[in-house]
DNA sequence: AATGAATGAGCCTTCATTCAT
DNA sequence: CATGAATGAAGGCTCATTCAT
């Protein structure tokens, strides 16, 4: 109930306005209630942080690659590709639909005490985060890509999610008449065409 | 002196220390007294903003393209090559540097309240901010991109450097081992390689 | 006004009473107020600490010694005694009538914070205690004794003064069906004994 | 198990740190539990009283005085004198070296509400605290002062400690340069002198 | 233009205590 | 006997803002 409350909270009226007072009204208890269950605000945010990132792991993991058709190396080739775009779009569509979410990462990653963020809880969730990210760099892996590499691409489209989300829900992107979701797909194509080409080529022919 | 004690507070305070007293006391005033310059604390973080926006653009403007040899077709794309470089790099660096000033572009565009961000103002400020890219997205009209395809490149790039940037203020880029510097300028080498391939090999032959 | 509420909170509810949403109530302000004068809760005391020092020493400067007649050293030394008589009891009269002002002064002194205490308030509130036993030293000194020793005297009379007004108001005197008036009388003429015996016999020959 | 969690907990955080939280946690209870035991916060400071005048008079009744040889009134005299020194300094001793015991019965006597404080729980520690004080009683009417008289003086003595110890420990002895010890030592040879002078005298021909 | 006093709402947190289980 | 959740009140303090002067 505490958590539903700040999930509520956090959702209608954002980080300033998710105060304890609001959170304990909204779970029908006194301020003081609150501290039976977390012991602090910022532990409060972190158990909101956690349940967020489970709930893109689930998404990312509920996510289905189109079906692929054909045997040896060009289709699993193309297995991964799909995969790939499965995966790396359902991550993005998470914090596309629930900004929100986006917003609680980076201000819990950024502003939070020691108190709430502990170096324990700090890599509990960071691990969770790499998690969603880990079948999009498998895949890359699987389309031949070294390791090193994958791990690199796989921060640069993190970034550029990270970065068409926030200009998207800032009203920025407006200002230069595009639209995230159109980018992120270019994006995409453009790392399949420097990830996969030649093989896609090869099937091509 | 009141944009100048605001800029000290919220350089070495954030946005959360900057509070009207603190920026009234470093301006030798009392809090009252800034209501005779501003009508509220957010138009003075809007009159910081603006000023960033200034100091970004004159970053810009300062930025000098390496110097390119020849004549003809090939040199000007080579000039233009030098010119994105040095512009788009000069925008990156300047948010690199200056963390804070990322942040209150966030802030601002993000959670003011319209108060202090009036439809007036918000567009004074987009015009400043694509002001800054403008350079860049010139030199990619050069390089023989067309209108919409240079302006779709310009919004990715800077969701991009946004992307960078956050991840890496909020010291997430870490859990990648991955560095900023280094993922902007490969994202800008696959610019170029994307927007002049052709000509750049020509020239090259 | 804020002081004036603070003495009337502490007087009637105690330190654990005298809390600042207390005493704003009564000075007829909202609490954030009192911050307008005092910068903190324990600032407050210290101000009303200060003021009940200054009251103990008008108190004390007040008390008029017996008229002593005749010239010469005896009548000197009557003269000092009655001095220090008069004294040395304005300063136990002070605390026995008023003690809330004990209780203050030890509150302060043992649990203060830092930000309230500061070592220069410290020793100015040092120094008007001090103050207020400096007429019953001098007296002493003028009886003959010398001066570390008047120091030591001063120093256990100021003790059996705190311990006699600290047994009174926990009303543990009253388990040893004593009075503190009759104890300090006592005291007062066994001091005087010590310090002034032989004149006052050859005097009285 | 409670009152030794009370006892540590209020050794180490003094009176304002020792909450039912706290001492709850240090028995390995969870706070509700204490009222199985006491009914209040109140009572077991109570109870840690008691258990603290039972020390206080085990540290008193342990003290042995110096041994006196001879016979007759006048060794009487002397040995009267030497347990007189011995009880009244082990009582002066015990609270000098643990001053919480002190803050304690003065916090109960003081501030404590009529549920923690019953007439009869009052009269029982008024009489524990009348016990470890009977013995430097009794020496006095050995040494031939009357009933009344020596109740005077060990209430004065009571009182005389009680300020000493209090200047001590609130750091006020120091701003007199001196020290409670020295202090003691003095007033318990007046004490001597004005109550045993002149069969010391005799005995010393 | 500037002050300084004041507001009112709000912040997070702690506390002794209660009580159904 | 003990828990654990919950209360209700209070704690000191900070904030942006207002406004008579």
Redesign the interface.
């Known amino acids: 109930m505490v958590l539903a409350a700040a999930r509520s909270a956090f959702l209608e009226l ?1 980080l ?1 306005g998710a105060s304890l007072r609001e959170i304990a009204k909204r779970a029908g208890y006194t301020p003081g209630a609150i501290y039976s269950y977390f012991s602090s605000k910022e532990e409060v945010y972190g158990a909101l942080l956690g349940e967020s990132l489970e709930r893109l792991n689930a998404h990312v993991g509920a996510a289905e690659p189109a079906l692929v058709s054909g045997h040896g190396a060009a289709a699993r080739s193309r297995a991964a590709q799909a995969t790939l775009r499965a995966k790396a779009t359902a991550f993005f569509d998470f914090y596309r639909e629930s900004p929100r979410d986006l917003d609680l990462g ?1 201000y819990l ?3 939070m005490q020691p108190r709430g963020l502990t170096p324990v809880l700090n890599e509990q969730l ?1 691990a969770r ?2 998690d969603a990210l880990a079948p999009t760099q498998q895949a890359l892996v699987e389309l031949g890509v070294d390791a090193g590499a994958a ?2 691409e ?3 489209l ?7 989300l ?2 998207s ?5 407006r ?4 639209e ?1 979701q ?2 992120f797909d ?2 995409l194509d ?1 790392l399949l065409a ?1 990830c996969a080409p030649r093989r896609v080529r090869r099937t091509a022919h």
Chains 1, 2, 3, 4 share one sequence.
């Open positions: 954002g300033e980076f990653f950024h502003g960071n985060l790499r791990q690199s796989v921060t640069a993190f970034a550029h999610i990270v970065g068409l926030l200009l829900h800032t009203g920025r992107i200002m230069f008449r595009q995230s159109a980018l270019r994006y453009e420097r």
